[in-house]
């Protein structure tokens, strides 16, 4: 039963928002330091929803009690359209997804698509970046991870047009709906700002993905890529729908999330020379001057904890919200049936009461005995529990091709002020207009 600990504080989170309007992330991490740890509400006028930032909290709504706390209502029903009810929704055709799609995100299963994926990666690196001349991060490494990730899951028979489609559909995709996120009391039927961008890139990705599904069926024994495997999964059922929910949610996931990620390694680096200077040695001595391998990528250990770290202060995925179907208590804390829970992997990878130093960049705290003495649930950047996402094996693969096949070849020099605030969309990412120039090396 509860007991005292069920009077919980209500943090006004809409004035917060409204005194850090330029910069909603610090109103974010402002009402992290003020709960520190404890249960808190949000005040966000008609609406308030429950914070919940402890690694206890965290286990018990995404692992104890994790079939009460559902993907619906704030964050996930605006999305609904783009990401549809498969894989990431909930329920039994979420349970049918997770069985057909987890197989082939195994470690052994995508091993045997590395050598393809690094070829890729390789020849996109070459393509698309330019030394000596300014270019913006996002877009030239959207440019070299959304093309990867189409010809690996949609196959080489998707022409360049239709890759050129897909990824400015998918950014807007996740993006345009921003402020409901914001504002998640506004009822669909009220129009929104962002609300008709959003359903032009829903048309587009619809017009790309339906008739690749139709081609995948038609050549049925031919292709192995993810959406020719799906074509031919026993779903109950077997409609070009499912199938599609089921692509557009694992790709728009692997290319937001690695995307993401990789745009913030870059400022991450020039924020940091010594552990850059780390990073740029290992690439040299395990790698040269490439091309980067499957082979390479065992002895890229510091890379592979810096990513750790990028995930930690970074995670694309900051906010993971759930609703209650029955009442339940948290921590001592009623909850009732009906209500809106928020995880932030942003906030609880930032908890003092877990992390020492927790707004320091330091690639060591994921060596391994470190990190074997951590609680489970205190970093969960793929989220965590039934619910955890498929592809952290795909994006720690595709991540170590890309940043080492980039430092094999070149330096990066950052034209930015510092520092550097992420962004809240439905994904945390870095402002907007970052650029950076490359220089051979050798020469920087």
């Known amino acids: 039963m509860a007991n005292d600990a069920t009077v919980i504080r209500t943090v006004p989170f809409l004035t917060r928002l409204a005194r850090h309007r330029k910069n909603p992330v610090h109103a974010l991490e402002e009402v992290g330091r003020q709960a520190g740890g404890a249960l808190v509400r949000l005040g966000m006028g008609p609406f308030r929803p429950y914070l919940a930032t402890h690694p206890d909290h965290v286990r018990h709504v995404l692992r104890t009690n994790q079939p009460n706390y559902v993907r619906e209502g704030m964050f996930w029903d605006p999305l609904v359209p783009l990401i549809g009810e498969g894989i990431l929704s909930d329920g039994p055709d979420w349970a049918e997804s997770r069985r057909i799609i987890q197989p082939l995100f195994t470690a052994r299963h995508l091993n045997t698509l590395a050598g393809r994926l690094s070829v890729i990666v390789d020849e996109l690196i070459d393509e698309t970046l330019v030394p000596g001349r300014p270019f913006d991060v996002a877009e030239a490494v959207t440019a070299i991870v959304h093309p990867a990730t189409v010809r690996l899951f949609l196959g080489s028979s998707i022409s360049e047009a239709d890759i050129d489609r897909l990824a400015p559909a998918y950014d807007t995709g996740v993006t345009a709906r921003a402020i409901r996120l914001a504002l998640p009391f506004v009822p669909e039927r009220c129009p929104l700002p962002g609300d008709r961008a959003f359903n032009r890139a829903i048309k587009t990705i619809d017009d790309v993905v339906y008739p690749r599904i139709r081609h995948a069926r038609a050549h049925a024994h031919e292709d192995g890529d993810l959406v020719s495997q799906l074509c031919r999964a026993p779903y109950t059922d077997p409609g070009d729908r499912r199938v599609r929910d089921d692509m557009v949610a694992v790709h728009g996931a692997a290319t937001e999330t690695s995307a993401t990620a990789l745009t913030w390694v870059w400022p991450v680096l020039d924020a940091h020379p010594a552990i850059a200077a780390k990073v740029f040695e290992e690439v040299e001595r395990v790698v040269g001057r490439g091309p980067v391998t499957v082979g390479h990528l065992p002895d890229l250990t510091y890379l592979r904890m810096f990513l750790d770290e990028l995930l930690r202060l970074y995670p694309p995925g900051w906010i993971l919200p759930r609703k209650t179907l029955a009442a339940d208590v948290i921590g001592g804390v009623e909850i009732e049936a009906g209500a809106t829970v928020v995880l932030s992997p942003y906030l609880t990878h930032r908890l003092p009461q877990v992390w020492e130093r927790p707004g320091e960049f330091d690639p060591e705290r994921f060596a391994p005995q470190a990190a074997a003495e951590r609680p489970r649930y205190a970093y969960f950047p793929f989220a965590a529990g039934p619910h955890a996402c498929v592809g952290p094996h795909l994006f720690m693969m595709e991540a170590q091709l890309v940043i080492a096949g ?39």
């Open 406 to 444: 980039i430092l094999s070849r070149y330096r990066p020099v950052l034209h930015a002020p510092r520092p550097i605030t992420p962004r809240l969309t439905s994904t945390l990412r870095p402002p907007a207009g970052l650029s950076m120039t490359l220089v051979p090396v050798g020469r920087a």
